[in-house]
Every structure is written in structure tokens, then in C-alpha cells.
């Protein structure tokens, strides 16, 4: 096809070749004459070298080669000197790069940042009230799980904090001397907390922070934070099923002086020992078997973010890409962030809305996977009718500058 292509306003098109395609002559409608000629935009040439835009797991890190990861755990056992050294390095880099405080501590465990949060929730709500927010799925879960099979409202009260897609809670309501869950970033509707100054330094309460898309690629207010929890398959680029558990001061105290009466807890969700944190598991003892190799990739990725010159730099590539989305929906009327406000913005999970119908929606983002430019991107399933291109630290801005052309032209072609 030749750059772009418009429909003839006369009642009759002459046959056209284009390549291989024959449009015979056809009258057209006295309506349709009076329409306004439409452009087509014409198919980029040149694509994204990585087209892997996928909000989980997510793009492996730059020159990333598998067959580089070393082997030395490979055939044994977790609970070997070389598996427990290899896992404590792991943790011993996360605190570091993080700039984790020294007395807080860090481990890897199980059923990614799911089972991570998961065992947070269990071990330490109800000991008093709760105030949970969210405004997208994963921090709706977390409600859900709190009310259903915790039965929190059964022993303390919980109250609710929430927002449509889109949009952030009134964070300034909360009371930080109960008990509090959030998410950081919502990875399915692309709204962040700005800022956590809405968290008292002097609450009573615990904090217990879902930052699985925002770890690495945000800045981490520690002091604001009791609990929190991620996975390194997010901006990391790592493999599944593994979470990772940090816990303040405050937190081991609480797991230390208070023991849930009406719930059991698995074997899986169990940090303490004789009525004191297994600070084992703090040091490389995990409490089940992890992924060895899966291990390795995740301090691969630290190894490149210590190159790269620490988390600032990842925060910045991740801003970066944010940036060229930023561009593009100025100058375009026909996308939009589904975050309203530009301080909510995440950098790494960027949701926009399009001026398409779902089923045109679900075709834009098909249009792109068969053309291998853009895998994944389409709205998450209880989102709006949206797309969602992955922006964190291992995507390159210069994929996400050479995806732009092919979103108008997939805009274009969806309305065929």
C-alpha cells in the first residue's frame, strides 16, 4: 500500500488495485458522499526490537542470556551451604540496593507477591481496627479476603476506602492508627499514590503496602512503611512464583506479642518460632522450596541494576518511557490516560483509555500481537475497556518511541 489511502467522495469508485487486493466498482449512498474524506494511517515500518509490553511477568532485563545464569545450585539442595549463601546473597543485595533499613528485615517466599501479602494479612490483622483502600482489582482482593476469610468485621471494625478506575481514595481520611492496607501502584488501573505523607511517622497502626509494580522503579518511603511486599517478576523482569516479605521494627513486634485466635495458619504463612520471628528465614532458610535457577535470574537483575548505577536509574528509564506515552496522548485526542490526575500517573503499569468500543479495543490490541509489535497490552479483565503497556525499568525508551506510530495505526485499522 502506498503511505495512506482516502475514500473517493464520487457515486462511483473505478476498480483500484492494491497489491493483491481488487476493489470493484460500487455505488455509494447519497450519505456517505457527504461524509468527510478519511485518512488511513499507513503501517509502520519499523517495529519495537522487544515487543514483550506485558504488565507480568514482565520484559527480561537488557542482554539478558539465560544460558549466562550460573549453575552452581543446579542439583542441589536449597538448604546446602552454596543454596542458603546464594539466597542470603539475594536478600543481602535487595536490602542494600533498596536502601532498606538496617533493622528492617527481608525474605524470599512463597506464591509470588500474592503469597507474600497474603501471609501478612494472616499473621497480623485483627489485633486492632482496619482501614483498607483500593481502587483496582488486586487492592479489592485484598479487601475481600479481609472481610470473607478473615472475618475481620466479625472481631474489629473495617473500614473502606475506595475509588472508581481512575481515580485515588480521599487518602487524607485515613486513620493511620488503625491498621492499613494499600496498594502503591495499581498495576490494573495505572493510579499510583503520589506520596505517603498521608501515613502518620508517629501511628499506632501497621501499614501493610502492595508494591509489587513499584518496587525498583519508585521511591520506597521506608519510614512510612510496616509491611511490604513485592515480586521480582515485575520491574525486575525475574520469573514467577516467588514474593518477597519486608518487615519493620514495629511489624516483628507485632508478630512477636500477637497471635490471631479464630484462624489457623499454614504452614506456608508461618514467621514465627516459641512466640519469636524465625529469623532463619530472614537469612536464606526459606520455609519451602524455592527455584534455585529462578533465584539466580533475580540476582542477574540486581547485578544490572548495580551497574546501572542503583534504583535511581531504574526510576528514571521507568520515567523515561512514561514520558513518550505522555507525548503521544498530547498530541492525540483520540487516547487518554485512565489515570485522571497527572500526579497519580504510574510509570510502570501506564493504563490509557482509546476513543474505540471494546470488541474494537480487543482488535486493537490483537492487531498489534499478530504484527509481533506489542504482546499483552490489553486491559486488565475487571478494568474498563482499555490498554495497558508495561513501562518499567527493563523496557527500553527506545521500543516504547518506536511503538507510538503503530497505536495510531492499529487505532485506525480497528475502526475498519
Known amino acids: 500500500l502506498s503511505s495512506f489511502y482516502t475514500i473517493s467522495p464520487q457515486p462511483l469508485i473505478s476498480t483500484m488495485l492494491f497489491s493483491n487486493l481488487v476493489i470493484r466498482s460500487a455505488s455509494f449512498a447519497p450519505s456517505l458522499l457527504r461524509s468527510s474524506t478519511r485518512t488511513f494511517a499507513a503501517m509502520p515500518s519499523i517495529r519495537p526490537v522487544s515487543p514483550e509490553f506485558s504488565s507480568g ?143 502518620k511517622d508517629d501511628r499506632k497502626g501497621l501499614t501493610l503496602c502492595d508494591a509489587t509494580s513499584a518496587c525498583f522503579a519508585m521511591e520506597m518511603p521506608w519510614e512510612k512503611l510496616d509491611i511490604t511486599t513485592y515480586s521480582w517478576q515485575k520491574v525486575l523482569g525475574g520469573e514467577g512464583a516467588h514474593g518477597v516479605l519486608i518487615l519493620s521494627p514495629r511489624a516483628v513486634e507485632r508478630l512477636e506479642t500477637y ?96 476513543k474505540l468500543d471494546s470488541d474494537q479495543i480487543k482488535k486493537f490490541a490483537a492487531l498489534l500481537e499478530e504484527q509481533e509489535v506489542a504482546f499483552d497490552i490489553g486491559g486488565y479483565r475487571d478494568a474498563p475497556p482499555s490498554i495497558r503497556i508495561w513501562c518499567g525499568s527493563t523496557v527500553e525508551k527506545e521500543d516504547v518511541e518506536k511503538l507510538m506510530p503503530w497505536l495510531e495505526w492499529a487505532y485506525e485499522t480497528a475502526q475498519e
Open 57 to 199: 511477568p514482565c520484559k527480561k532485563r537488557p542482554g539478558y542470556d539465560m544460558g549466562k545464569l550460573p549453575t552452581r545450585n543446579l542439583g542441589r539442595s536449597h538448604r546446602s551451604k552454596v543454596g542458603k549463601s546464594t539466597l542470603k546473597f539475594a536478600i543481602d543485595e535487595t536490602k542494600r540496593l533498596l536502601g532498606v533499613p538496617e533493622d528492617y528485615l527481608v525474605g524470599i517466599v512463597p506464591a509470588s507477591d500474592t503469597g507474600a501479602y497474603e501471609m501478612a494479612m494472616w499473621n497480623v490483622l485483627g489485633e486492632r481496627d482496619v482501614d483498607i483502600c483500593h481502587w483496582e482489582s488486586f487492592g479489592k482482593g485484598w479487601f475481600g479476603d479481609a472481610v470473607s476469610h478473615l472475618n475481620l468485621k466479625d472481631t474489629v471494625s473495617v473500614t473502606e476506602h475506595t475509588a472508581d478506575y481512575g481515580h485515588l481514595p480521599d487518602l487524607a481520611s485515613v486513620n493511620t492508627d488503625n491498621d492499613v492496607c494499600f496498594t502503591f501502584n495499581g498495576t490494573t488501573s495505572g493510579v499510583r499514590v503520589p506520596n505517603c505523607d498521608w501515613i
Open 259 to 354: 497471635v490471631p485466635s479464630n484462624r489457623p495458619l499454614p504452614k506456608i504463612f508461618r514467621m514465627t518460632k516459641k512466640g519469636k520471628i524465625d529469623a532463619a528465614l530472614f537469612t536464606g532458610a526459606t520455609i519451602n522450596t524455592p527455584s534455585m535457577i529462578a533465584v539466580e535470574d533475580y540476582i542477574d537483575a540486581l547485578a544490572w541494576t548495580d551497574g546501572l548505577g542503583g534504583v535511581s536509574a531504574l526510576i528514571k528509564r521507568s520515567q523515561d518511557n512514561l514520558g513518550v506515552i505522555s507525548d503521544f496522548v498530547d498530541k492525540n485526542d483520540w487516547i487518554d490516560f485512565l489515570a485522571v490526575d497527572p500526579a497519580t500517573r504510574s510509570s510502570t503499569s501506564v493504563c490509557c483509555t482509546l
